[in-house]
């Protein structure tokens, strides 16, 4: 099975700050990764596809690169909208995985 | 925009199945555009994947359920359901219902809408 890994699992930033979150996929996934934002007692929403292409409604603050092994989550300029618990997914015709999350807050 | 409800018992015992209903609207499960999914969220933990189904009745499961998950199509009441069975405490969790949004047929968009979720909790 391939096994997701985010890091780090919790983070603290002022509004304004960039934050970069990371993934690491065990195997190469080529770029089948999604990331999500989850705010407490919410569904999770998707933010970004297929590593890089940010959904329409999403803010573009919000940014998603890499391939293979290696991803990140950018938030350009943190708001407090942005605190939310991020989760990365492997979703393709032989696996589906999530990674463990993390938490952004606000300081 | 397709639109989804979970729904099913609250409370369920040790060793029997769960069983939950996920209700379409805006949608059809005969629609080729979808793998219509289900994922958990123990308390306090992260995301798990359960599985999917296909409108042509083909599925997949997460292999660490070791075959205790079935998932199933309804397009008479345009649902899909998920049963599991010989349940344990560790199966307590929120179950959500989502769609993982297909490109001709095949996985592109992630999972792109979600129902709220529903709590089971599995005790005597």
């Known amino acids: 099975d391939i096994q997701m890994t985010q890091s780090p699992s919790t983070l603290s930033a002022s509004v304004g700050d960039k934050v970069t979150i990371t993934c690491r996929a065990s195997q190469s996934i080529s770029t089948w990764l999604a990331w999500y934002q989850q705010k407490p007692g919410k569904a999770p929403k998707l933010l970004i596809f297929k590593a890089s292409n940010l959904i329409t409604e999403v803010p573009s603050r919000f940014s998603g690169s890499g391939s293979g092994t290696e991803f990140t989550l950018t938030i350009s300029s943190l708001q407090p909208d942005d605190s939310a618990t991020y989760y990365c997914?492997?979703?393709?015709?032989?696996?589906?995985?999530f990674g463990q999350g993390t938490k952004v807050e606000i300081k | 925009q397709v639109q989804l409800q979970e729904s099913g018992p609250g409370l369920v015992k040790p060793s029997e199945t769960l069983s939950l209903t996920c209700t379409v609207s805006?949608?059809?499960?005969?629609?080729?555009?979808?793998?219509w999914t289900w994922i958990r969220q123990s308390p306090g933990k992260g995301l798990e994947w359960i599985g999917n189904?296909?409108?042509?009745?083909?599925?997949k499961y997460n292999p660490s359920l070791n075959s205790r998950a079935s998932i199933s199509l309804d397009t008479s009441k345009n649902q899909f359901s998920l049963k599991l069975t010989s349940v344990t405490a560790a199966d307590t969790a929120v179950y959500y219902c989502a769609t993982e949004g297909l490109f001709f047929g095949e996985h592109y968009y992630g999972l792109d809408v979600w129902g709220q979720g529903t709590t089971v909790a599995v005790s005597s």
């Open positions: 997914h492997h979703y393709s015709s032989y696996s589906q995985t």
């Open positions: 805006g949608g059809t499960v005969s629609s080729a555009d979808y793998y």
């Open positions: 189904i296909y409108y042509s009745g083909s599925m």
